[in-house]
């Protein structure tokens, strides 16, 4: 089957890579698309739910346990004060990135193979920055005045500060958030009304008519439309790559060897995008093979995605690289010492860890064998996840841990706690996406079928018309009816 | 006249006014977005004004065939845009020159700086605001009800279906000569819709 699929993909009809298999018509997109939502759960389904369900249990007896007695559960003390609450937040805050990337920046640069995964990547991105944003959130200890982070004018006249970057990530992250559901809602409306129309219970036709808001499809609707979502893109576009130089800075702007350096913001940037890429792959292998989209989500969807993987993991690979020239080359003692002891301290396991995960491996992807094989683009997209997750360890934990004065040096080591939140958080993440292909249209089927060749009105289908005698006027041409 | 709510709504701009009498309009199908395309081109040369096209996505060229002119979407976004950076950057300035003056580091109370970062979140919030809400209130949505969802065929407008609506308090409808128009277009099914 993965053989004659890549061959299908390899012939592309008259110059024009072929995005959707099995020429599928109009109807059998919606089918496809919106059959799974309205039949009963698969048992596959509950085999996924039911674990994150658990875990997600398990975040609510540790984010419980750790409001109750305080943030001296986890593994962290003085010097290591950041540990793996803010790795799971760049972590998660990363993941995300891919989902924008996707829908935002290869709309802008027209790529329409985007179509296919837009959506899932989507909803990816916001249950991803709804993880990232538990950690901040929790790991303030006090989590009753986590609205002091807020410029809300209260009793004691005090206002944050806003020359710090801690407050810039503050709000970067949840205008990201904010317009990650906007983008993701205005694509949804017209699946939506896709959902109201096929609706056979009461329940359901209230519930999705409710939210496609009396969506007619209209062409002068759709034309209001098409401008918000190209607006909503090219908003999008700069914030996502202004959203993890914010997260960056929170360690570029401090003076930490280690942390102090300017290339942080492009390389979290490429980092993100390596991280989410990962997670898109391993979210659309299983929605794929689980609900059959074969033909939708095909393996040139998952070739170009490897190829971001390789050009975005080999883009981290030589950021490693400069980090460790530019200690050399500044002559700085504290910084010298540091990446050393990154690479050669306690902590080399987890800097070659990452290392071998994010550089050596996505580099199979040169051979296309690799780039269209579906068991290793998802053993892979999990191994550059882990990796990804040790590359923000290494960075806050192996800087924090020996500092200036060698009488303070320390080793962080996690608890149970720590590690039930990082679990819990991949169960909130899981349980909200197994809720969403669940109740929602996974892929925006009314962009799939733009890119079906019968969609063009000067297409084939066209010029049959035009034989039969109809010839299209010209704008402002009259026609007969036009002078009668 | 006693004041009516319902009226004065309908008066407002913003609100979509329905026609008024026994019928709302016909509705034609089409096969295939071709179709579609050259009906509309005929109907926007024959006159007609208070029309529309209905399409599961969007079809490439069509707003042209309609003759339909640009979303003035763009310049909403831009003034909320604007707007929001503004207030982000007089919010930041506010606090820390006049509300709550306190020395940090050593940074003037106008560190413009280290203002950027807010006041391009808050602008791109604002941006995205307008570009939603705004996209919405050109559209007149959200409207649950509409004289369109009477109709059976209609149904299928988001999965499959091409569709054309002329309203009937157009100068130029005619219950009879429109249908006619229509199905002499290639329509598939020609329907009268009541209001």
Redesign the interface.
């Known amino acids: 089957m993965a053989q004659t699929e890549a061959e299908l993909l390899d012939n592309p009809v008259a110059g024009q890579p072929t995005l959707i298999l099995r020429s599928p ?3 059998s997109i ?1 089918e496809a698309v919106a059959g799974p939502v309205e039949g009963p759960a698969p048992i596959g389904w509950w085999l996924y739910f039911i674990p994150a369900l658990a875990l997600l249990g398990l975040l609510g007896v540790a984010v419980s346990w750790l409001f109750w007695e305080g943030i001296g559960i986890w593994g962290l003390n003085v010097p290591v004060g950041w540990a793996w609450d803010i790795t799971n937040f760049v972590f998660w805050v990363g993941i995300g990135h891919a989902g924008t990337l996707i829908s935002a920046i290869l709309f802008l640069f027209r790529q329409k193979w985007r179509t296919s995964i837009n959506r899932a990547a989507e909803a990816m991105t916001i249950f991803a920055v709804m993880c990232a944003l538990l950690f901040p959130g929790i790991h303030v200890g006090r989590v009753w005045v986590a609205y002091w982070m807020f ?1 809300i004018p209260n009793q004691m ?9 801690l ?2 990530d503050v ?2 992250v949840s ?1 990201y958030g ?2 990650s559901v ?2 993701w ?2 694509g949804l409306i ?2 939506l ?2 959902m ?3 609706a056979k219970t009461p329940i359901r036709k209230f519930v999705y ?2 939210f496609a ?16 979502y190209l ?2 893109a090219a ?2 576009t ?2 996502v790559l ?1 959203v993890h130089s ?1 997260v960056s ?1 929170d360690f570029a702007v401090s003076i930490l060897p280690g942390w102090h350096t300017t290339i942080f913001p492009p390389y979290f940037v490429a980092g993100a995008i390596f991280s989410g890429f990962a997670m898109v792959v391993t979210l659309m292998v299983i929605c794929r093979t689980g609900f059959g989209l074969e033909h939708i989500i095909t393996l040139k969807h998952f070739d170009y995605m490897a190829k971001i993987m390789l050009v975005t993991g080999s883009m981290v690979g030589f950021a490693y690289a400069t980090e460790f020239f530019t200690s050399w080359y500044s002559g700085n003692p504290y910084e010298g010492f540091t990446f050393m002891n990154r690479a050669g301290g306690p902590y080399a396991w987890a800097y070659w860890t990452m290392i071998t995960c994010n550089v050596i491996s996505p580099q199979i992807f040169w051979f296309k064998k690799a780039r269209t094989s579906i068991p290793i683009l998802f053993a892979l997209s999990i191994v550059i996840n882990i990796g990804m997750w040790f590359e923000r360890f290494v960075i806050i934990v192996t800087s924090l841990h020996r500092d200036f004065l060698p009488s303070a040096w320390g080793y962080f080591t996690p608890t149970i706690w720590d590690v039930s939140c990082l679990l819990g958080s991949f169960g909130l993440f899981f349980t909200m996406f197994c809720l969403f292909v669940r109740f929602l249209p996974m892929v925006a ?3 799939v ?2 890119v079906l060749p ?6 084939q ?2 010029a ?2 035009e034989s039969r005698g ?1 010839h ?2 010209l ?1 402002g ?3 007969p ?2 002078a ?1 | 006249m006693p004041f009516d709510p319902l009226r004065s709504l309908s008066a407002m701009p913003l609100v979509n006014r329905l026609p008024t009498g026994p019928y709302y309009g016909i509705l034609a199908e089409f096969a ?7 009906a ?3 109907v926007r ?3 007609f004004t208070k029309w ?17 002119r ?2 003035p ?2 310049w909403i ?1 831009l003034g909320m ?1 604007l707007t929001g950076a503004a207030l982000g950057f007089g ?2 300035w506010w ?2 020159a006049d ?2 003056p ?1 020395v ?2 050593g ?1 003037p109370y106008l ?1 413009w700086p ?2 950027i ?2 006041t ?3 602008g ?2 604002f ?3 307008g ?2 809400f ?3 209130g ?2 007149r ?6 004289p ?1 969802f009477r109709s059976k065929v209609f ?6 279906a091409f569709f054309i ?1 002329i309203e009937s308090w157009d100068p130029r409808f005619d219950a009879s000569a429109t249908g006619k ?1 229509l199905e002499s277009l ?1 329509a598939r099914s020609v329907e009268l819709l009541e209001t």
């Open positions: 018509d109009f109807h919606t410029p006249s005090m206002w944050p500060n806003f020359r710090s970057p407050l810039w709000f970067a205008v904010t317009v906007l983008f809602y205005v017209p699946d009304a896709t109201r129309d096929r008519g409710f808001l009396g969506w007619r499809g209209s062409v002068r609707q759709w034309n209001h439309y098409e401008s918000a607006v909503l908003l999008a700069p914030l202004s914010v800075m089927t009314s962009e079928k733009t019968q969609a063009d009105p000067h297409g289908a066209g049959k018309r109809h299209a006027a704008p041409q009259p026609t009816e036009g009668s | 295939t977005p071709a179709d579609l395309y050259h509309c081109e005929r040369d024959a006159g529309d096209a209905h399409t599961p996505f969007p079809v490439h060229g069509l707003e042209g065939a309609m003759g339909i640009r979303s979407l763009p976004v845009g919010m930041q606090v820390h509300a709550y306190l940090i580091s940074k560190a280290a203002y970062p807010i391009f979140e808050l791109v919030l941006a995205a605001l570009a939603v705004g996209m919405l050109l559209n949505l959200p409207m649950h009800y509409h369109l149904e299928r407008v988001t999965d499959d609506s128009l290639g």
